[in-house]
């Protein structure tokens, strides 16, 4: 069975989402108690949110019975990846991003990752440090230079979020740079999508179904 992918505007999701509060955990309205701006604790609220809505979808039963949990390897703060307590061999991945969040739920390990595409120039220094020579030349003569690079770097981060590298290794992460095929790393499969605004992918073994929300 396919996996499945949701994103769209903060602003969509919660419409689409009834009562998100109702739907997370203590720790999550805790954590997202704890961020100082509105819109991102709309972005935190929206995305955990939707990754219950996707993996309700997925598993065919109603979002507000599955619990997410998350655990440092590193530290004793509730974050890093997430997981269904109700659903433990059903991999989950949500991100935010500036008016933007994306989740994901599949049969297995799945990574997703989101961002905004804003006005702003390319950090060549980030741009350089993350990505290879070949992925480096293609985004500086990409006629949107700034897009170009945000879509390797979704790409990247959904690999370092199904667990396929870390973001110290992003530059080990080759990926195919303008390929008609729908890019692949290793096995796994990159699912793009995106417009003039943001920018997403989602990285998992399997098929991935897509829906974009608003
Ligand atoms: C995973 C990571 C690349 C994503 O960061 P980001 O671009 O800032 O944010 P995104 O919105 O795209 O994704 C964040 C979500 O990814 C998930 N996530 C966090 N760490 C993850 C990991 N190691 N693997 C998979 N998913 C992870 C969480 O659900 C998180 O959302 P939340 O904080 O609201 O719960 C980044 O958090 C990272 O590099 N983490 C590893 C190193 C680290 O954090 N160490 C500190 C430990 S104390
Ligand atoms: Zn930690």
């Not at 969509?12 to 805790?30: P, S």
Request: net charge positive; aromatic share 4%.
């Amino acid at each position: 069975m396919a996996g499945l992918a949701l994103a769209g505007p903060t602003g969509a999701v919660l419409a689409a989402a009834g009562d998100v509060r109702a739907l997370l955990t203590r720790t999550e309205l805790d954590r997202a108690g704890a961020l100082r701006s509105a819109a991102d604790r709309d972005d935190f609220l929206a995305a955990h949110a939707l990754v219950r809505l996707c993996a309700g979808r997925l598993l065919g039963r109603p979002a507000q019975s599955l619990t997410v949990v998350q655990s440092c390897g590193a530290c004793e703060r509730p974050h890093g990846r997430p997981r269904l307590v109700e659903a433990p061999g059903t991999g989950v991945s949500l991100a935010h991003a500036r008016g933007w969040v994306a989740a994901a739920a599949a049969d297995g390990p799945v990574g997703v990752d989101v961002e905004a595409v804003d006005g702003t120039d390319v950090d060549w220094r980030t741009a350089g440090a993350v990505c290879t020579g070949k992925e480096l030349a293609a985004v500086r003569s990409d006629p949107d230079p700034r897009r170009a690079f945000l879509r390797q770097w979704v790409r990247k981060e959904s690999l370092v979020k199904v667990g396929a590298g870390t973001l110290d290794e992003a530059a080990r992460l080759d990926l195919p740079v303008y390929g008609r095929e729908p890019p692949r790393w290793r096995g796994w499969r990159l699912l793009d999508w995106g417009g003039t605004q943001a920018v997403g992918c989602v990285a998992a073994r399997e098929e991935m179904r897509l829906r974009l929300l608003g």
